[in-house]
């Protein structure tokens, strides 16, 4: 068979020390060490990077190119092995952030009005109800349910934005007057307004319905789930008949305030409800712009899931010199005129947690890899040829397992037991988003925490992962009743729950 030269992926490049960067866009002639050969059936980076603009439409893609992947893989060509994980985590936000109509079909074009994508989903609200109940069917009444069992009246399609945590710490209208931040994630983010970021988690109606078909949404149809012998195994994607799989999105929202300087043109937008005011218990509507969005899907390639995360780009620097419609353009999360404060702290970690709150400076640990950028290069650049909001946004890098059916390294078997942790050697081996997981981000710290409860002491730099986060998500194994009629959940082992923390976290025992 023909060969024929091209240039090497930028990644690898970089790795040898940062030369050759722009080799993905820029013509000329490479050097005999900057030479590989490939079959000619064998797209090159540049033909997949710039098959991307094409690719950014309303269509949530199943998975990578498995065929193209399984080539990459026995040419040992890794770099190119994770751009087609990029494109892949640009495609799906694109899809997801997609404008549709009532039906829920998508609109010709990106800029077309029109709810998005996501907001069809269910979000945990709707999924893990009050004492256990059963949850309306996919398609219905988006947070009725929670909201009616809260009291609280709203209609259909009522956005409401309770959540100080990127995993949990929804308000419980019944019994507390404080948001219940018990998360592994420690406190809330302050912007640089002094107001709290909002979370949400959506699910799509793959993982919904595998939920409510196995009576995963309380406690106690998880006990008795276990207590049958199953085994919680979210669907993959199916090519046949173009189910997409399990998909979880969590969503990073600020409170949007031109009079302190935000530019909500940059932003992608909600109208909510909030809660503030002196005891964080007043409902206020407020319009809240998109900051953050982790995207995590389980597919054929990836059993243990394709973890991405987004970040919008004025979030931790801007340019100082640049103006937006002659406004200056705010960072959002740091102040880089006050250098010497400390970063990744929370500004309050006792309740009541308010607005109004001093800022927390917010410094992210993990650079976004040089390849990665000129990814989100092209992308950014045809979305704002389309006028799209979306390229205000920046992919920071996409972790997937490099080898699924490699099993997780026991704690104490440094450093496999943390690059390893989740099992399948995922790559790469630490990723979050700084605006969901800020204080997972200790830096140089003790082995034992980013292992399955280990507790080697030996120092090491981490910041903690997705999937080696989530690994840990156990489910409901039994349920015990005590002499009093109270109820204890049984949790099974790291793994259990199948990379989710929802069934652990959000679901409640039947009434």
């Given at each position: 068979m023909s060969q024929r030269r091209i240039w090497i992926f930028a990644a690898s490049l970089a790795i040898a020390g940062g030369a050759g960067v722009t080799a993905l866009t820029s013509p000329g002639r490479p050097t005999q060490a900057e030479e590989v050969k490939v079959a000619d059936d064998l797209p090159t980076p540049h033909e997949l990077l710039a098959a991307l603009p094409g690719e950014l439409t309303p269509r949530i893609p199943l998975d990578v190119n498995r065929d193209l992947q399984k080539k990459l893989v026995d040419q040992k060509k890794f770099a190119e092995e994770q751009l087609l994980f990029d494109l892949l985590s640009w495609r799906t936000f694109v899809a997801l952030n997609w404008p549709v109509d009532a039906a829920g079909n998508p609109q010709p074009r990106i800029t077309d009005p029109g709810r998005k994508l996501w907001d069809t989903w269910k979000t945990d609200l709707d999924t893990f109800l009050p004492d256990g109940a059963k949850p309306a069917p996919w398609g219905s009444n988006h947070l009725n349910q929670y909201l009616a069992a809260r009291g609280i009246q709203a209609g259909a399609g009522t956005r409401v934005l309770d959540s100080l945590s990127s995993v949990h710490g929804h308000l419980n209208f019944k019994i507390s007057k404080v948001p219940d931040v018990i998360q592994a994630f420690k406190f809330p983010i302050w912007d640089q307004n002094g107001n709290m970021l909002r979370y949400e988690i959506l699910l799509n109606q793959d993982e919904f319905d595998y939920i409510v078909a196995n009576d995963l949404y309380s406690l106690d149809g998880q006990a008795a789930f276990s207590m049958k012998g199953g085994k919680v195994s979210f669907p993959m994607d199916n090519p046949e008949s173009g189910k997409l799989g399990a998909m979880e999105l969590k969503l990073a929202w600020k409170v949007l305030d031109p009079s302190k300087g935000d530019l909500p043109e940059r932003f992608l937008t909600v109208k909510a409800t909030i809660f503030?005011?002196?005891?964080?218990?007043?409902?206020?509507?407020?319009?809240?712009?998109?900051?953050?969005?982790?995207?995590?899907?389980?597919?054929?390639?990836?059993?243990?899931?394709?973890?991405?995360?987004?970040?919008?780009?004025?979030?931790?620097?801007?340019?100082?010199?640049?103006?937006?419609?002659?406004?200056?353009?705010?960072?959002?999360?740091?102040?880089?005129?006050?250098?010497?404060?400390?970063?990744?702290?929370?500004?309050?970690?006792?309740?009541?947690?308010?607005?109004?709150?001093?800022?927390?400076?917010?410094?992210?640990?993990?650079?976004?890899?040089?390849?990665?950028?000129?990814?989100?290069?092209?992308?950014?650049?045809?979305?704002?040829?389309?006028?799209?909001?979306?390229?205000?946004?920046?992919?920071?890098?996409?972790?997937?397992?490099?080898?699924?059916?490699?099993?997780?390294?026991?704690?104490?078997?440094?450093?496999?037991?943390?690059?390893?942790?989740?099992?399948?050697?995922?790559?790469?081996?630490?990723?979050?988003?700084?605006?969901?997981?800020?204080?997972?981000?200790?830096?140089?710290?003790?082995?034992?925490?980013?292992?399955?409860?280990?507790?080697?002491?030996?120092?090491?730099?981490?910041?903690?992962?997705?999937?080696?986060?989530?690994?840990?998500?156990?489910?409901?194994?039994?349920?015990?009743?005590?002499?009093?009629?109270?109820?204890?959940?049984?949790?099974?082992?790291?793994?259990?729950?199948?990379?989710?923390?929802?069934?652990?976290?959000?679901?409640?025992?039947?009434?």
């Open positions: 503030s005011g002196p005891d964080g218990t007043t409902p206020t509507q407020a319009t809240l712009g998109l900051v953050a969005m982790h995207i995590s899907h389980r597919t054929q390639s990836s059993p243990q899931w394709i973890w991405s995360t987004f970040i919008h780009v004025d979030s931790l620097q801007t340019n100082s010199l640049a103006t937006f419609h002659g406004k200056p353009i705010p960072t959002l999360f740091y102040n880089p005129g006050n250098p010497t404060a400390l970063v990744n702290v929370p500004s309050q970690t006792a309740s009541p947690f308010l607005d109004g709150q001093t800022p927390t400076q917010v410094l992210a640990l993990t650079p976004i890899p040089l390849a990665t950028q000129e990814v989100n290069r092209v992308a950014r650049l045809e979305l704002e040829k389309r006028g799209s909001v979306l390229h205000y946004y920046e992919l920071m890098n996409t972790q997937w397992p490099t080898s699924p059916a490699t099993p997780p390294t026991p704690p104490g078997m440094l450093p496999a037991s943390i690059d390893n942790k989740a099992g399948g050697r995922p790559t790469p081996v630490y990723l979050i988003n700084p605006l969901m997981e800020t204080y997972f981000q200790a830096g140089n710290q003790q082995a034992g925490p980013q292992e399955q409860a280990g507790t080697e002491q030996t120092l090491v730099f981490g910041t903690e992962s997705c999937v080696g986060c989530h690994s840990s998500a156990p489910v409901i194994t039994a349920v015990t009743v005590g002499p009093n009629g109270v109820k204890t959940a049984v949790q099974g082992p790291a793994f259990s729950g199948e990379f989710s923390w929802l069934l652990f976290r959000r679901a409640q025992f039947t009434k």
